[in-house]
C-alpha cells in the first residue's frame, strides 16, 4: 500500500511538473495582442481623423466604431434607444482606446464631447485603471488655444476616468512620433 501511495505521488508530482512547463513555454511562443479600440468621432468615417488614427496604429490590429452609426443622447436626455452602454462596453474591453475629433468651432466634434459628457455621473471615477487613452485630433488650420484646449479636455477625461493618458497627435507626423507610446 505504502509502495502504491508513493507511486501515485511521484506520478502526481511528474504531471504538475509537466503541466507548469507546458504553460510557462506556452505564454513565453505566444504574444497576447493587446486590444485597441479607434472610436472615430468624424462623419466622414474615412475621413482625416480615421486617416490620422491610421498612421498611429499602422502595423497594429483594431477594432474602429463609428460614433456616427451610434445614438448617443445628449447629457440629461432620457430618450428611448440610446446606446452609451454598447460604447463603454466596447471600451472596457479594450486595453488601449484612441479617440478621434475633428476640430469643428474651435473645439472637440460633438458626438465624441456628448460621449464624454455622458460618463459623468454615470461611469465611476477610476473605472478605466490600466487602459491607455490616446487622441487624434486634427483639422485644417487649428489655432494653438485650440489645440491646448483639445488636450486639455481629453487629458482631464482620461485622469478622472483612469485612463493613462499617453498624449495626443493633430499631423501625420506627430502620429508616427505618438506611435512609440504603443505597447
Avoid at 459623468?120 to 483639422?139: A, C, R, S
Avoid at 495626443?168 to 506611435?179: D, I, R, V, Y
Amino acid at each position: 500500500m505504502k509502495k502504491i501511495l508513493i507511486l501515485m505521488l511521484g506520478i502526481l508530482t511528474i504531471i504538475s511538473c509537466l503541466a507548469g512547463t507546458k504553460k510557462s513555454d506556452s505564454n513565453n511562443n505566444e504574444v497576447e495582442m493587446e486590444k485597441i479600440l479607434f472610436i472615430n468621432g468624424s462623419p466622414n468615417r474615412d475621413g482625416n481623423t480615421a486617416a490620422l488614427a491610421k498612421v498611429l496604429l499602422e502595423g497594429r490590429k483594431y477594432e474602429t466604431i463609428n460614433l456616427n452609426d451610434y445614438r448617443l443622447n445628449f447629457y440629461g436626455q432620457k430618450l428611448e434607444g440610446d446606446q452609451l452602454d454598447e460604447v463603454i462596453a466596447k471600451m472596457k474591453e479594450a486595453d488601449i482606446v484612441v479617440m478621434g475629433s475633428p476640430v469643428y468651432w474651435h473645439n472637440i466634434c460633438a458626438s465624441v464631447r456628448t460621449l464624454m459628457e455622458r460618463f459623468y455621473g454615470y461611469v465611476p471615477d477610476g473605472e478605466f485603471k490600466g487602459k491607455h487613452l490616446f487622441f487624434v485630433y486634427q483639422g485644417a488650420a487649428p489655432t494653438k488655444m485650440m489645440i491646448d484646449d483639445g488636450e486639455y479636455s481629453m487629458s482631464r477625461f482620461a485622469g478622472m476616468y483612469g485612463f493613462s493618458y499617453e498624449g495626443m497627435a493633430t499631423c501625420k507626423s506627430e502620429a508616427k512620433t505618438l506611435k512609440g507610446k504603443l505597447k
